[in-house]
């Protein structure tokens, strides 16, 4: 008995936000896959339930907003655990570490934010990689136009049509891109914010945070993490 309630008898509701990969994004079917997505089957497994993923806006995610009104059991999200993220938000133990990466089309290399004064640089609204910009910007008085864009393929899509000279966001999904499209981003410069990734229930949620943790552990302990690591994200 995990003492664990859910919102739907039999199922663990996650809340994401597509596309995110390689953490979670459609394949060609539809299906919604990555590694977020393998390890909270971990979790669901371990419930003895089935994983249902439900699409909605970052925003909603991390301010808790859908947690707390029961939209879903648990977010999975690329979510970098923050102290402000933290007040309305309980996170499991990190599963991820990633820092900050600026992809340029290939041909364009820039290595810093400096080199982009005057210019348009893309990022996505509500995340981290925003964030950093947005400080970084205001610290060294930085002429750049920074432009938020609604999700990642609305960033990529910029980008990749020279809607921006350059764009930010969480190096992994860079990578990702990379493998995808050859040849036509490259990372031109990383910023090591030092961020981790966590899962997060509605506040107060001890059982589930717990049965997430312990998935976690386990997943850790027996090479099922490694192994999803290597399929999604690389060596
Ligand atoms: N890791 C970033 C953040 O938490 C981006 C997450 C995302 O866009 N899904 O803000």
């Given amino acids: 008995e995990s003492g664990v309630a859910l919102i739907k008898a039999g199922t663990l509701t996650t809340c994401t936000h597509l ?16 590694f977020d997505v393998e390890l909270i089957d971990l979790v ?3 419930l003895g339930v089935t994983q249902a993923i439900v699409d909605t806006p970052f925003e909603g995610i991390k301010s808790g907003a859908d947690l707390n009104s029961g939209k879903c059991d ?3 999200a690329g979510m970098t655990i ?5 007040q309305v938000l309980d996170f499991s133990e990190p599963y991820f570490d990633a820092t900050q990466a600026l992809a340029v089309v290939t041909g364009k290399e820039v290595k810093t934010l ?6 348009r640089l893309g990022v996505q609204g509500g995340t981290t990689g925003e964030d950093y910009i947005k400080a970084q ?13 609604k999700d990642l393929a609305a960033l990529q899509q910029a980008l990749s049509t020279n809607q921006v000279a350059a764009a930010v966001n969480d190096l992994p999904v860079w990578n990702e891109y990379i493998k995808a499209n050859p040849g036509k981003v490259a990372v031109a410069a990383g910023f090591d914010t030092g961020e981790q990734y966590g899962f997060a229930v509605k506040k107060g949620n001890a ?29």
């Fill in 207 to 235: 059982p589930l945070l717990k049965a997430v943790n312990d998935a976690l552990a386990a997943a850790r302990s027996d090479g099922t993490y490694d192994k999803i690591y290597k399929n999604w994200i690389g060596e």
């Fill in 82 to 86: 923050t102290d402000e993220r933290k």
């Fill in 74 to 76: 648990v977010a999975a």
């Fill in 137 to 149: 910007v205001k610290e060294k008085s930085l002429k750049i136009e920074v432009v938020s864009y």
């Fill in 19 to 34: 596309p995110y990969a390689p953490f979670q994004a459609k394949d060609q079917t539809g299906k919604v896959v990555g």
């Fill in 44 to 46: 669901a497994k371990k």
């Fill in 114 to 119: 400096e080199e982009l004064a005057g210019k």
